[in-house]
Structures are given as C-alpha cells and as structure tokens.
C-alpha cells in the first residue's frame, strides 16, 4: 500500500511540475524550477541547483517546492520565504538554540533573512526575549517574533524583502 501511494504521488509530482513551466510561459512570468529555485532544498543551496533539487526530493519528495512554485513563485527566493521555511523545518533545533542565544541555526536563520552577521548578537538576544514571554512557541510564533523585531529595531541590518 505504502508503495502504491509513494508511486502516485511521484507521478502526481512529476506530471505536475512538466506542466509548470508551461503555464508560466503562457503568462509572460519567470520560469523558475521549483525543485531548484524553490522550498527547503533552494533555501539550503541557493547557488547549487542540483544540490537543491536533491535536498528537495529527499525532504518531501519536493511537494513543498511544487506547491510553493505553483502558489506564489514570487515567494520562492525572498529572504521572508526562505526564513519561514527554515524555521518551520528546523523548529526543535532552532528552538534550542534561541534558547541558548547562540548556534549554527540562528546564524543559519539570520543569514536567510539577510541580516548582517555584526547585527545576530543583538537581533537574537531581543529575539530570545521576545520569544520567551510567548504563550505558543510555534514556527510561525518564532517567525513573527523575529520580523516584528527586524522591523522595529533591525531594518538597517537585515534585508527589506
């Protein structure tokens, strides 16, 4: 059974995203490759399209980056994007680290969001006390926590978009 739907949901995919482009074209768009340009694979290796579509694949069979393609391909290479994903996909990790006020998934998060590595010190420290007086620590609470702080206090610091 297990294999049936694996199967199907690998042709559904397949069958989708040859179509994409397509479409895109149709309508005078950029065409972008999802499993490449898009989702989690895109966010960790944003100058290594293989790496990416591989990274893809390997997540989620590259639902996330069909789906993300078909939705709003705009979002696919904002900082914004990139961030969320990050966070939604690294939450226990990354959870821990705010909590620490320091590690390779703040940084990594930071550097998504296209904050200047002088400014995480301090972009994390309000981060994590923000965070702490959360009553649901959720990706998406973490997400709004670190844009209300980059657009209250860091907005020299990060990237606008």
């Known amino acids: 059974m297990k294999k049936l739907v694996l199967s199907t949901l690998m042709a559904t995919t397949l069958a989708a995203s040859a179509l994409m482009p397509v479409a895109a074209q149709a309508k005078g768009s950029k065409t972008l490759n999802p499993w490449q340009d898009c989702g989690i694979g895109a966010m960790v290796f944003p100058n290594n399209g293989g790496a990416a579509a591989i990274s893809n694949l390997i997540w989620d069979l590259g639902t996330t980056a069909v789906s993300t393609n078909v939705s709003s391909q705009e979002s696919c290479a904002s900082e914004k994007a990139k961030t969320a994903m990050f966070i939604k996909a690294t939450m226990p990790s990354l959870e821990q680290d705010v909590a620490i006020g320091e590690g ?3 940084t990594a ?3 998504l969001r296209g904050c200047e590595v002088a400014s995480h010190g301090e972009i994390i420290k309000a981060v994590r006390q923000d965070f702490a007086t959360q009553d649901n620590d959720s990706a998406e609470t973490l997400y709004n926590v670190l844009e209300e702080r980059v657009n209250s206090g860091f907005s ?6």
């Open 104 to 106: 390779e998934y703040v």
């Open 156 to 161: 020299k610091s990060c990237a606008s978009a």
């Open 109 to 111: 998060m930071l550097a």
